[in-house]
């Protein structure tokens, strides 16, 4: 599985776009990137999955650079809701458990 | 949405005692995860299972035991807890198959506190 770097913290006001960066490096072609976020007395939770260029969804974006080594989640006019670790996991789907690394704290202030 | 339900909550062990931590999953999936959080290490995958009657370790399973007996129960099992295994407990369940892995559904967790 490739491993994970992420910023361990960021902080932002309320109604910024705040981009979560995520290298990994060594991913593998049968790879796919994941996302998740947690907030306090809560389990994570999925956000967004991708395996190239440009995902977005209701909650979030997702962009994949042309080599893979490196996606960005992008979260719009960011809220207090928002506050939480974010977590990059890439895996492929051979049926392991996700690994969660220790994520980045996104902080957001009013 | 997927509910994962854990009970209980909160737990306080003694040392030497044996706890039991409840998982249930309503959405039929195959598979079910045990993982556990402290502050400085992530979710760290203790066990895990494929199905009913089925169990896996995973990266810590030392001082653990796991059961499935059925598709929506899944249990955590410390027969003679110790203070290191304070830390808050996540299940999940998942569902395999499909063009990419499987996504997760978390419960809220249970803190375990263990004297």
């Known amino acids: 599985l490739a491993k994970t770097t992420q910023p361990p913290s960021m902080e932002a006001y309320e109604g910024q776009e705040v981009n979560v960066s995520c290298s990994h490096t060594?991913?593998?072609?049968?790879?796919?990137i994941y996302w998740y976020r947690q907030v306090p007395h809560q389990g994570p939770q999925f956000i967004i999955q991708?395996?190239?260029d440009y995902v977005v969804n209701e909650v979030a974006s997702l962009f994949i650079s042309a080599d893979r080594k490196l996606s960005t989640l992008s979260l719009p006019w960011v809220s207090l809701r928002d506050a939480a670790v974010y977590y990059c996991?890439?895996?492929?789907?051979?049926?392991?458990?996700?690994?969660f690394g220790t994520g980045t704290t996104v902080s957001v202030s009013p | 949405e997927a509910a994962v339900t854990q009970s209980p909550r909160n737990k306080v062990a003694v040392t030497g005692g044996k706890v039991t931590l409840s998982c249930n999953q309503t959405?039929?999936?195959?598979?079910m995860y045990w993982y556990r959080q402290d502050t400085g290490h992530g979710l760290r995958l203790i066990h895990y299972?494929?199905?009913?009657?089925?169990?896996e370790k995973g990266d810590i399973p030392d001082g653990y035991k796991a059961s499935r007996p059925s598709q929506e129960n899944f249990s955590l099992i410390l027969e003679l807890a110790t203070p290191s295994q304070t830390s808050v407990y996540f299940c999940?369940?998942?569902?395999?198959?499909?063009?990419?892995?499987?996504?997760?559904?978390f419960g809220s967790g249970t803190r375990l506190t263990v004297l």
């Open positions: 996991i890439v895996t492929d789907m051979g049926g392991r458990a996700l690994i």
């Open positions: 060594n991913i593998a072609t049968s790879e796919y």
């Open positions: 999940a369940s998942g569902r395999t198959g499909g063009a990419s892995a499987e996504t997760l559904y």
């Open positions: 959405n039929n999936h195959n598979n």
């Open positions: 299972s494929y199905g009913a009657g089925s169990t």
């Open positions: 991708g395996y190239k």
